[in-house]
């Protein structure tokens, strides 16, 4: 069991989806600021907040932002470096959010990031767009 654990490094991998992840937020946070200063509002540009940087990785999204007429934008980024339909994961919260903000909420979706990175969005209900699996559990003893 030690070599196998030995061979798997979880920590180094945890570690590189964290920076890959802060990465294509930090794009996502860039590109809604210019499109917002693009579309003439620097005002709203101004009040882009990059939650999961400055509150945690809770509220369900990471970036809070705007529609050109004002209208919030809650953004959760997914990067992966592989091609578009690299599967990613996504937590109940986040999908909770969602569901509770279907106008709002958006997914969006940067793949093969490393190389040329490329871009889509998605709004709820995501089990439109994407198949759903349940990769883990909580076990509670009876």
Same mark, same amino acid.
């Given at each position: 069991?030690?070599?196998?654990?030995?061979?798997? *490094?979880?920590? !180094? +991998?945890?570690?590189?989806?964290? $920076?890959?992840?802060?990465? @294509?937020?930090? =794009?996502?946070?860039? /590109?809604?600021?210019?499109?917002?200063?693009?579309?003439?509002?620097?005002?709203?540009?101004?009040?882009?907040?990059?939650?999961?940087?400055?509150?945690?990785?809770?509220?369900?999204?990471?970036?809070?932002?705007? *529609?050109?007429? !004002? +209208?919030?934008?809650?953004?959760? $980024?997914?990067?992966?470096? @592989?091609?578009? =339909?690299?599967?990613? /994961?996504?937590?109940?919260?986040?999908?909770?959010?969602?569901?509770?903000?279907?106008?709002?909420?958006?997914?969006?979706?940067?793949?093969?990031?490393?190389?040329?990175?490329?871009?889509?969005?998605?709004?709820?209900?995501?089990?439109?767009?994407?198949?759903?699996?349940?990769?883990?559990?909580?076990?509670?003893?009876?």
């Amino acid at each position: 069991m030690t070599e196998i654990a030995r061979k798997y *490094d979880v920590a !180094g +991998r945890d570690e590189r989806n964290r $920076v890959l992840g802060e990465a @294509g937020e930090e =794009r996502v946070l860039i /590109h809604e600021r210019a499109s917002l200063t693009a579309a003439g509002r620097a005002d709203l540009a101004r009040d882009i907040r990059w939650v999961s940087h400055l509150d945690g990785d809770g509220a369900g999204y990471d970036i809070a932002s705007f *529609d050109p007429d !004002g +209208r919030p934008r809650l953004i959760e $980024v997914k990067t992966t470096n @592989g091609g578009d =339909r690299t599967p990613f /994961h996504i937590s109940r919260n986040e999908l909770d959010v969602a569901d509770a903000n279907p106008d709002e909420w958006r997914l969006v979706r940067l793949w093969d990031f490393s190389r040329r990175p490329r871009a889509y969005e998605l709004s709820p209900p995501l089990d439109a767009h994407v198949s759903l699996m349940a990769t883990s559990y909580l076990a509670r003893l009876l």
